[in-house]
């Protein structure tokens, strides 16, 4: 099985930042992409930053400039740096990978969509 483990979240004073980390364990043979989402009460959840296999990224317009995402291949790890947080940023911030994995047979390679559990994060003075 599959796990994405989140940490890094917390409580920080507007114009602060916070590093968001995210691990992939299990039977994994490839990470294609790997995202954050948040979502913030009463709203909908949204993309904030992704970054693909190769390295290539792409952000939401609101964090543009402020945040940066970042892999380690080696350890199956995603970084999101916060800086400059503002109040708008206070969310529940979920992982997502794109995992091909080992199946069940020697020949197969399942490609799924994986969620972390969520982390908070709160910018309030």
């Known amino acids: 099985q599959v796990q994405l483990v989140e940490s890094g979240g917390g409580l920080v004073q507007p114009g602060g930042s916070l590093r968001l980390s995210c691990a992939a364990s299990?039977?994994?043979?490839?990470?294609?992409?790997m995202s954050w989402y948040r979502r913030a009460p009463g709203k909908q959840r949204e993309l904030v930053a992704g970054?693909?296999?190769?390295?290539?990224?792409n952000y939401a317009d609101s964090v543009k400039g402020r945040f940066t995402i970042s892999r380690d291949n080696a350890k199956n790890t995603v970084y999101l740096q916060m800086n400059s947080l503002k109040p708008e940023d206070t969310a529940v911030y979920y992982c997502?990978?794109?995992?091909?994995?080992?199946?069940?047979?020697?020949?197969?390679?399942?490609?799924?969509?994986?969620w972390g559990q969520g982390t908070q994060v709160t910018v309030s003075s």
């Open positions: 997502n990978a794109d995992l091909t994995t080992y199946g069940s047979s020697l020949s197969s390679r399942p490609r799924n969509n994986y």
């Open positions: 970054i693909t296999s190769t390295g290539n990224t």
């Open positions: 299990g039977r994994i043979f490839r990470i294609n992409a």
